[in-house]
């Protein structure tokens, strides 16, 4: 039978989900303002700052926005850019993780010492560039692929998850003949699929977020992922000149517009997340058990 729980512990309870329901709201009014906002007036939001509810719905910031095609090619863009760099990178990295969790592969340990010494040092923003020109790569979308192809810290946690992975399952695919190729394909990564999504995550949001690698390697507007084209309409709605895409000459609505910004370029990984969400946390956790 079960005894009656103590007013302490009962208090701790109480105490506990209240700090924590104060701190999802502390982490949930910011969106939902900005969401508001975007589709406020002006005139209100500058009267009143913040808004969760507006008092006169518009969608002028929106409107503005999607005043051209040119913001749909730019989503258009970061999709492609989005959705073939992750499927590269995953690609790579798992290869590369496979190989270097192998045991038994030679000079293992001199090829991890040179991946983790990438993530403590690199070129630098100009050796980078210079590499980037003379292999023929501005002003096209792989140079904002292939350059960051390989995470080395995403690399190492897959290759963590892998090294956890029953011994069995490879010695017993082996007796059945299977390839090297076919253990990867058909077992590691089928029981590897929660540590896949998640860091199919952070390439997607890595890839969806760019916007330095673009403005350093596309001079062409019409290659700009979104990122870029929407920072060029927050310029042009604060009243500042720009070179780039053309929007209308009515003049924007400046406050809700930056708010819609904000709304265009988080939405579609909001919208992608809850798919993946049970396998984060514990793709995360369990790649980083072991080193």
């Not at 500042?240 to 988080?266: C, H, Q, R, S, W």
């Not at 049970?278 to 058990?289: Q, V």
Request: charged content about 10%.
């Amino acid at each position: 039978m079960v005894k009656d729980r103590s007013i302490g512990s009962r208090l701790f309870d109480v105490t506990n989900i209240t700090l924590l329901v104060i701190i999802a709201l502390l982490c949930v009014l910011p969106f939902l303002h900005v969401i508001a906002a975007s589709f406020t007036t002006s005139a209100e939001l500058a009267d009143k700052r913040f808004v969760l509810i507006p008092t006169v719905w518009s969608l002028d910031a929106y409107r503005y926005i999607f005043s051209t095609d040119t913001i749909m090619k730019a989503m258009l863009v970061s999709i492609g850019v989005t959705v073939g760099g992750t499927i590269f990178s995953m690609l790579l990295s798992t290869l590369t993780a496979y190989g270097l969790s192998r045991k038994d592969l030679v000079g293992r340990r001199f090829i991890m010492f040179f991946i983790v010494f990438t993530l403590l040092f690199n070129g630098g923003m100009i050796p980078t560039f210079l590499v980037v020109q003379y292999t023929g790569l501005l002003n096209t979308l792989a140079a904002l692929v292939i350059p960051v192809a390989i995470n080395a810290f995403n690399m190492i946690i897959l290759k963590s998850f892998f090294q956890n992975l029953p011994s069995g399952l490879e010695e017993s695919a082996k007796i059945d003949g299977c390839s090297d190729f076919g253990i990867l394909f058909r077992i590691v990564i089928p029981c590897s699929m929660p540590a896949i999504a998640t860091i199919s995550l952070f390439y997607a949001v890595t890839y969806w977020n760019t916007y330095m690698h673009a403005i350093l390697y596309i001079s062409d507007s019409s290659k700009w992922p979104v990122q870029v084209l929407l920072r060029q309409v927050v310029v042009l709605a604060s009243g500042l000149n720009y070179d780039g895409a053309e929007f209308t000459n009515v003049p924007p609505p400046e406050i809700t517009v930056k708010m819609a910004v904000i709304v265009v370029a988080t939405l579609p990984v909001l919208l992608v997340y809850p798919f993946i969400q049970k396998h984060f946390a514990k793709g995360a956790l369990l790649g980083s058990m072991k080193g």
